[in-house]
């Protein structure tokens, strides 16, 4: 079974760092693609960023990019999201995705998703 688990996320004022991380497990971790998705209050979902299997390759939404970055260990089986210069329209929920491949064709193409871990900034 695919299992996702987000932590990380919390309060924090705008211009703060915030890393989040996400543990996973139920399948060979070093062979997909994942990404980060969040969901702002009443909005629907945007994509933030992804990385390839090897993690050679990581691509970002033009929002966050310059103040995200995105990594992964795949000894570990974790995928980390540290989040630096964050602003008020940064606060959602974050989900940690994976891809059906090991590359980033589809950006918008994700199988399993996590609970979720909500980050706030606020002053």
């Known amino acids: 079974e695919v299992q996702l688990v987000e932590s990380g996320g919390g309060l924090v004022q705008p211009g703060g760092s915030l890393r989040l991380s996400c543990a996973a497990s139920g399948f060979t971790f070093s062979s997909y693609a994942m990404s980060w998705v969040r969901q702002a209050p009443g909005k629907g979902l945007e994509w933030v960023s992804g990385i390839s299997s090897d993690g050679d390759m990581t691509r970002y939404a033009d929002s966050v990019k310059g103040r995200f970055t995105l990594s992964r260990d795949n000894v570990k089986n974790t995928l980390s999201l540290q989040m630096n210069s964050l602003k008020l329209e940064d606060t959602a929920v974050y989900y940690c995705?994976?891809?059906?491949?090991?590359?980033?064709?589809?950006?918008?193409?994700?199988?399993?998703w996590g609970q979720g871990t909500q980050v706030t900034v606020s002053s």
């Open positions: 995705a994976k891809y059906p491949k090991g590359t980033l064709d589809n950006l918008y193409e994700y199988d399993y």
